[in-house]
């Protein structure tokens, strides 16, 4: 009997988002900027538990790749989409299954026997958020579980992949290994840029893995740290999108797709091979009263954008589409849909 294929492949660091409001004490404690996303660092170890002591926590299913991942199962039929990364064999990895499974997303986790599973500190005040990752199993990916029996048939029968720029901290040597082999075969493979410290401290690892990269998707800070990361004279979205969209890139017969979204402003893309004339796609503005949160609006654009890809529709289709998601998101709780599933994404 042959193996399940799924159209749609995503790698990343799977996280429970331990979630907070009004947070600005603890902004102030540890140092951290409002609208951010940091790598946890010594100081920051209790932050976790001082969390769950002294604020009203929610657990939401998180990893920018996962979220993504959702996002793109929630609009497509089931059986669409496929994850893998590393969770400990812990509660919060069950946690993530059972999230994963409502939303009909399938996983293939590599499994740390007594490793904690990665979390992510969600600090929120007013429309901002401050994101704290401690990676835990998340970072003991290994290379060889791609080779595997259980996930080798699902990177042959896929069709596009997607990758978090976060992968890069920890895991180059996946990465560099599942980009070529898409580029190899004339897959699309798409990379999230996912936060200015990965331009800015991981720019070996990002430039590595360009050339293989079809599409790749930022907000307009990420782009701004890459450009300034690279030495760019130029700061305006459309000339870093072209900038970005004209790197080298291995498989020429695909040209690049370049997606700046801009929170609640337009979203800018530019194509390599029409890299002079910058598309500018409005978004559909909600009132300040609508927005509930905007943590995973980004993953959800993604997701949006992806389910519309992987279904072959326009460019243009697959950025309403990620509007559409993204504007779901920022009214919910964390990085989730709506329930009974909206059936007018794509």
Known sequence: MAAQTYPLFCMGNPLLDIQVYNGEEILKKYDLKANDAILAEEKHTPLYEELVEKYKVTYVAGGASQNAARGAAYVLPPKSVVYTGCVG????????????????????????????????GVIITGHNRSLVTTLRAAEKFEKSHLASPEVAPLIEGAKVFYMEGFFLTHGTESALELSKKASEAGKAFVLNLSAPFIAQFFGVQLQQIIPYCDIIISNESEAEAWAAATGLPHK????????????????????????FTQGAQSTVVVTQDDADNAKVYPVHALS??????????????????????????????????GHKLGSMCVQLVGPQYKWPKVDNIL
Do not use: H, M, W
């Not at 905007?294 to 949006?304: I, R």
């Open 89 to 120: 064999d812990d509660d919060l990895a069950e946690q993530l299954k059972a999230a994963n499974k409502r939303e009909g997303l399938d996983q293939v986790y590599l499994v740390k026997k007594g490793e904690k599973t990665g979390a992510c």
């Open 236 to 259: 305006d979205l459309p000339s870093i999108a072209k900038a970005l969209a004209t790197q080298p890139k291995a498989n020429l017969s695909r040209p690049r797709t370049v997606i």
């Open 288 to 321: 300040d009263a609508e927005i509930v949160d905007t943590n995973g609006a980004g993953d959800a654009f993604a997701g949006g954008f992806l389910g519309a890809y992987v279904t072959g529709k326009s460019l243009e289709e697959c950025v309403e589409a």
